[in-house]
């Protein structure tokens, strides 16, 4: 006869709604190994705790992106604390994030990557150009922050005032950050901001760039930035994206 287990789940110990925030940002840690976004362990991605808004979620330091799980991700708070479970955290990954979310009230999820494109387009002098429609959607929410070396960890107060301007950072020589009010949100722009940099890398590779007409450029960025400012950004492409991760099998809600 087998003896009922006296463990208390994860998520009797914690409101619902980090829970579900703990979910849907584990998820988003899945579909980021899924498009090819990682850096092996050394990005992160990050999650306001509802009701909390001075604590976050992140990653805990050492987990590849398919590692990670609801319950897997440390909960910190601004001061660089961890609360409840003990996990170690990456420095500068919580320098950014608590930097970011110190500087803007209103965002609640942060992703920074370091891919192959992203890291090429911020190593260029014009970085991220209007030749292509997917730019185009992100282009004008566009910031940029100057690199400082691995030998200087910027302060959360430097990365706030360099990177709390607008939701899409491109990092310079350094690589891709995103927010938004939500998970959903954050990602749309990072998948966009992703995208936009491969196209560009690929279209350089292949000799000289054919640039949009200017009206057609402005005309474009002005309908995509109405939709930027919209209360349900990400919310629609969220549950086929969630649909995919359930057909293959991924276990993050544990």
């Not at 009797?12 to 092996?40: G, Q």
């Not at 310079?172 to 966009?192: K, M, P, T, V």
């Not at 936009?196 to 930035?225: F, K, N, P, R």
């Amino acid at each position: 006869m087998s003896v009922p287990s006296s463990r208390v789940p994860v998520e009797a110990t914690m409101s619902e709604a980090e829970w579900e925030t703990r979910c849907e940002l584990a998820a988003l840690y899945r579909l980021l190994h899924h498009y090819k976004m990682t850096d092996m362990i050394y990005t992160h991605l990050s999650a306001r705790v509802p009701g909390e808004p001075e604590t976050f979620l992140i990653n805990r330091y050492g987990e590849m992106f398919d590692e990670v799980t609801a319950s897997s991700l440390v909960k910190m708070d601004m001061q660089g604390n961890v609360i409840g479970e003990p996990g170690t955290f990456n420095l500068a990954g919580f320098n950014i994030h608590s930097g970011v979310y110190g500087a803007r009230e209103d965002v609640n999820c942060v992703l920074h990557t370091h891919t192959r494109a992203g890291v090429a387009v911020s190593a260029t002098a014009k970085g991220l150009l209007p030749i292509s429609q997917h730019a185009l959607i992100v282009l004008p929410e566009i910031s940029y922050f100057d690199y400082s070396g691995p030998g200087t960890i910027e302060t959360p107060q430097e990365i706030g005032d360099g990177c709390g301007k607008s939701h899409c950072v491109i990092m310079r020589n350094h690589g891709l950050l995103a927010s938004g009010h939500s998970i959903q949100a954050a990602f749309y722009r990072l998948y966009y901001m992703e995208t936009s940099c491969q196209i560009q890398a690929s279209a350089a590779a292949m000799g000289d760039l054919q640039m949009m007409d200017e009206s057609v450029e402005q005309q474009t960025m002005d309908l995509y930035l109405k939709r930027q400012s919209q209360d349900d950004l990400g919310q629609r492409e969220w549950p086929a994206l969630m649909r995919m991760l359930e057909r293959q099998g991924v276990e993050y809600r544990v």
